[in-house]
């Protein structure tokens, strides 16, 4: 499993990776977080976060399922397509 470089702010800056891959490793899923700083925090994926996976090319490997969106309350997945769903509450999860 492979760090990405921190964004800087919200922005999130991947290394190469053409067709999918980072060197000879295939991606097969991403995340960021979205750690709660105030109550008008956006927690949702942003439109910026559903277009930069959709739009993205290099994101269509076959085994690419998406990417997460770990917030405070719940966590998301953005289809590579772009279509976004709430998977489970953060909570939840992680007390599991
Ligand atoms: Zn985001």
Redesign the pocket.
């Given at each position: 499993m492979a760090r990405w470089p921190k964004g800087d702010g919200?922005t999130i800056i991947l290394p190469p990776h053409h067709d999918c891959k980072i060197g000879e490793d295939e991606i097969v899923a991403s995340f960021?977080t979205?750690p709660n700083t105030g109550s008008d925090f956006l927690q949702e994926?942003?439109e910026t976060?559903k277009r930069a996976v959709r739009d993205d090319l290099d994101l269509k490997g076959d085994n690419y399922v998406g990417e997460f969106?770990i917030s405070q309350d719940a966590i998301y997945l953005i289809a590579p397509n772009g279509e976004t769903r709430e998977l489970t509450d953060t909570d939840t999860y992680f007390e599991e």
């Open positions: 919200n960021h979205h994926p942003s976060d969106v």
